[in-house]
Structures are given as structure tokens and as C-alpha cells.
């Protein structure tokens, strides 16, 4: 029984890193991110983005200890602009609405 118990837990350890891998892959990747915050400013917010979403509002700056609204909106902007593919128009609906906002 106690050998059995521990295949499983091994086995099941084994198993669960490959999938967070893909899913934290996937929620960096700044296609995904654009995609879902454009979504999310239509009204959209569909349970498959909640790590791209999260991937967005980690992004933030601070000066001194303090939360700092124009850098997190640049820093932001930098990291939407890695996406080639990214509208223009969206990238500025994303940011005037959620850009400044501390995740």
C-alpha cells in the first residue's frame, strides 16, 4: 500500500510541471496578452485568460516603495509592442483603460 501511495504521488509530480510550463509559456507571451486585454475591453473575460490577464497586471513600477502609474503604463506599452501583430488602435484602448491600473 505505502509503495503504491508514493507511485502515485511521483507520478502525479511528474505529470503537473509539464502543464504549468505550457500555461506560464503561454500567459508570457505578449500575442496571448493582447489578445485576451482586448477581449477583456470589449467586456470579454473568458476563464482561458486569466493567466495572460494576470500576466498584464504583474507588469508594474514602483519608485521608492511607490506604486508609479506613468511607468507601469510605459512599461506596458513595451511589452504589448513585442507583439508584431498587435492594432495600434487596441494597444491605446487597452492602455487608456487598464494601463495605469496596479494589478
Known sequence: ??????????LCLSVSPAVFADERIE???PCTVFLCMAGKVQGANPSQCSGAVKTFFSLNAFKKFRFNPLKTLDLRKQFLGH???ADPAYV?????????LRG
Request: some cysteine; aromatic content about 8%; charged content about 20%.
Open 27 to 29: 500567459a508570457h507571451d
Open 1 to 10: 500500500m505505502k509503495k503504491t501511495v508514493i507511485a502515485v504521488a511521483w
Open 92 to 100: 491605446s484602448k487597452i492602455l487608456s483603460q487598464f494601463g495605469r
Open 83 to 85: 507583439c508584431a501583430s
